[in-house]
């Protein structure tokens, strides 16, 4: 089998501030994913930002924008967009009850209204409800469901993003009672503080919870990046790697683009005997119109 390499080359929490490098605008994002597909990402992950301030954003026509950028050049990448931001909540010192500046919960279908109306092939769908540095992201269940429901009707895959085990029990029963389609994409979030630790012991025990004949990846957190990328490759799984989980080529070493991070991680799943899947590849190993045979 071979490997999808996915690309996330902004994210929502890195900030301008920590590395000169991070693509803002709608074009510096598209020209980075077409630059880490052209180093052999078959999939790439996309946040959006404000930009004049460079602070992470959920307006429609920043997404729109940027996949319109990368269809023009590449139609066969797979674009997975984001639907994570709208669900962090910061207690008040005085009343818990009530809402910090900072908090950034939303209701469920606002969370996923740039998937309707612009369809990418995946978007990302988190299950978790868990501490978070210092705050709280909440997932419930209901909201959950919510959201998967506009997934559905949009036709798009959704990516369940999975940080710790009591997600993967979660999405289990979503597929049980319908709501999620079997065995579905999975990928395993590693090195968030008070999620999973990004070890080869927590890999295994994930991958052995989810069904038979599911798609699965796994990414690592800052130094751990390129260490889970071999070990997802040893288990059997795909990888992601980019500027969103990560900033670093080596130890003290920024990487000047995301797609440095790509050609790394190719080299170390050739230098393991792997082989890259390009995107009309991966579009057939994850069902998606366009993939090769089509």
């Known amino acids: 089998m071979k490997t999808l390499i996915t690309c996330a080359v902004t994210g929502n929490l ?29 999939q790439v992950h996309i946040h959006v930002r404000d930009p004049e301030s ?11 924008d940027v996949v319109d950028r990368i269809r023009k050049q590449n139609r066969d990448l797979i674009i997975n967009l984001t639907t994570g931001p709208g669900g962090r909540f910061i207690p008040s010192e005085d009343d818990p009850k009530v809402y ?14 740039h998937i309707a109306l612009i369809k990418p092939d995946v ?4 299950l978790n409800t868990m501490n978070s540095g210092p705050d ?58 008070y999620g999973f630790m990004p070890t080869p012991q927590t890999v295994l025990y994930a991958r052995d919870m989810l069904p038979r004949g599911a798609f699965w990846s796994a990414f690592g957190i800052g130094r751990m990046e390129f260490p889970i990328v071999a070990q997802a490759w040893l ?18 070493v920024l990487a000047e683009s995301n797609a440095q991070l790509v050609a790394k991680a190719r080299d170390i799943i050739e230098s393991l005997g792997g082989e890259i899947a390009n995107p009309r590849e991966a579009r057939t190993m994850l069902g998606l119109a366009g993939g090769t045979g089509r």
């Open 54 to 64: 460079g602070r992470p954003s959920m307006q429609v026509e920043l997404y729109r």
């Open 14 to 42: 890195v900030k301008p501030e920590q590395t000169p490098h991070l693509p803002i605008t709608p074009a510096q994002i598209a020209d980075e994913c077409l630059a880490a597909a052209e180093a052999g990402a078959g």
């Open 136 to 193: 709280v992201v909440i997932n419930t269940p209901k909201n959950v469901r919510r959201m998967a429901r506009v997934i559905r009707e949009a036709g798009v895959k959704p990516e369940l993003e999975i940080f710790d085990s009591g997600d993967i029990h979660l999405a289990l029963d979503l597929i049980a009672d319908g709501t999620l389609e079997g065995p579905a994409m999975w990928t395993l979030v590693l090195g968030v503080k």
């Open 235 to 252: 288990l059997g799984g795909h990888v992601r790697v980019g500027m969103e989980d990560n900033i670093y080529l080596a130890k003290g």
């Open 123 to 126: 978007c990302s769908l988190d």
């Open 100 to 113: 910090a500046p900072g908090t950034s919960l939303l209701p469920p279908e606002k969370r996923v209204e």
